[in-house]
């Protein structure tokens, strides 16, 4: 068995890999123990670990099927990447309906955490655009699955955690987009108050809509932030703005320092430079696809800097109802405790309905930002946000935890007995036998 660690390195994991290379051919599974399906690695915490089990690396299945340029639906194996996808469809005028904030991560793992982008308010989650697949279970059998055949099955694979079967291929609809550029503004808000009036008004108006905000900032200035909203602009609207690509200069975090470089002392310096950066309050932006959609793939390997012990990325949802009173005593909990990080998103999720059982995104508020492990303070500060949002009925995001209890975990999932009856008996992870029990 080899080591292995989630993007944020924490935890750690004893585990066997197996590549898979042929989507025609058998599972190769071990005599005993579990499997499960890996593809990229971007999951922050255990769902992508198998401590003490067997990886299917998926990669090897990085093949196009075939793609309908005419009317964007694309076929291809699940080891294929976001980012791969993009470079055959933009140039014929295609994009992701969906994307989350990395193009590095597998079709087959956007399909098992059914992940959410920047346009929730209009297009829901990655599964909505998501028309077939075939699912290989451990017993040999192969299913096509979609909303109309295998519907079960189809409804607990999108947002299943891998635990259901290995995908093999996917059928995806594209969308429409003209050029490479959207155009928006950026705007800095001063509280949760106007936050929440610009989501509201800016639903309408702009199809990609998301904040950063300043996770320690307290008193008058809690809840402060800026603002990005934006449209894709047309071939034509792209040219008439002069619109260039960027020239992207390799980066890269070369080593694992000694102690994380995000803390007390370049935090909170950081994040009211950041802030103030903007003079005006508001501020008409051009974007590269790349520099709005994924900022942070530019730099490689940027999840070193929080040194050897890695880090919690913590994600949740609250719902509607109450999310602006929420919002705040979850803010107010980080102010207090002095942690926290530069990287941190605030949005407003819509009210299309995610297709999986056990999908993550509902009508709400979400938050998500990183937390440097400074060991129990840190463990104790996130058990402390889950009981805000428990009490509130929100969940956490399986693809980004670590560490939330099986009550957590049950809570926010309601539908968890209903999906357990279609989980492989083979297949398993770190994450289910920690929150689920099973294998």
């Known amino acids: 068995m080899t080591q292995g660690e989630s993007w944020g390195g924490y935890p750690k994991a004893a585990q066997t890999f197996r590549n898979v290379r042929d989507r025609h051919a058998a599972l190769s599974l071990p005599p005993d ?3 499960l399906a890996f593809g990229n690695g971007r999951s922050y915490g255990d769902v992508c670990l198998n401590d003490g089990g067997t990886l ?12 309908d340029a005419e009317t964007g639906v694309l076929e291809c194996e699940a080891g294929v990447l976001l980012a791969d996808i993009i470079d055959i469809a933009l140039p014929k005028g295609w994009f992701l309906p969906v994307t989350p904030g990395t193009k590095f991560v597998t079709v087959g793992g956007a ?10 308010h209009r297009e829901g989650t990655f599964g909505r655009h998501v028309l077939a697949f075939e699912l290989l279970r451990s017993d040999g059998g192969r299913r096509v ?5 295998n519907a079960d099955l189809f409804a607990t694979t999108i947002g299943g955690l891998g635990l259901t079967g290995v995908v093999t291929w996917a059928r995806l609809q594209l969308k429409r987009m003209g050029s490479a550029f959207l155009a928006g503004e950026q705007i800095k808000f001063g509280g949760l108050n106007e936050f929440f009036a610009l989501s509201e008004a800016s639903a309408a108006t702009h199809e990609y809509v998301v904040s950063w905000i300043d996770c320690l900032a307290r008193g008058a200035s809690l ?19 002069g619109a260039k690509a960027p020239i992207v200069l390799p980066l890269a ?15 909170r310096a950081f994040n009211a430079a950041y802030f103030y950066r903007q003079r005006t309050r508001e501020a008409a932006r051009l974007w590269h696809y790349g520099a709005f959609h994924y900022p942070l793939d530019a730099i490689s390997n940027w999840n070193r800097i929080y040194g050897p012990k890695g880090f919690l990325q913590y994600q949740c949802v609250v719902p509607a109802r109450d999310q602006r009173a929420v919002s705040e005593a979850l803010l107010k909990e980080i102010s207090r405790s002095g942690q926290g990080s530069f990287l941190v998103v605030f949005k407003v999720f819509g009210e299309t309905t995610s297709p999986g059982l056990l999908s993550f995104p509902m009508a709400g508020t979400t938050l998500a930002l990183d937390f440097p492990i400074k060991g129990a303070t840190t463990f104790a500060l996130l058990d402390r946000l889950d009981a805000i949002v428990c009490e509130a009925g929100g969940r956490i995001y399986p693809a980004k935890d670590a560490r939330m209890s ?7 999932y309601p539908r968890l007995e209903e999906f357990r009856k279609f989980v492989d008996p083979r297949l398993g992870s770190s994450f289910a036998r920690r929150v689920m029990g099973t294998a």
């Open 145 to 149: 699955c979609s909303a109309g055949e």
């Open 406 to 412: 099986v009550e957590t975990f049950r809570r926010g």
């Open 223 to 241: 809840g402060r932030g800026l603002f990005m909203r934006a449209n894709a602009l047309s071939a034509d609207e792209a040219a008439a703005r």
């Open 111 to 120: 399909i098992a955490n059914d992940v959410h982008g920047k346009n929730h």
């Open 33 to 35: 123990g579990t499997a």
């Open 56 to 67: 299917l690396g998926m990669r090897g299945l990085d093949r196009f099927i075939s793609f």
């Open 253 to 267: 975090m070369p080593l694992t320092p000694p102690i994380s470089l995000v803390n007390g002392l370049t935090l």
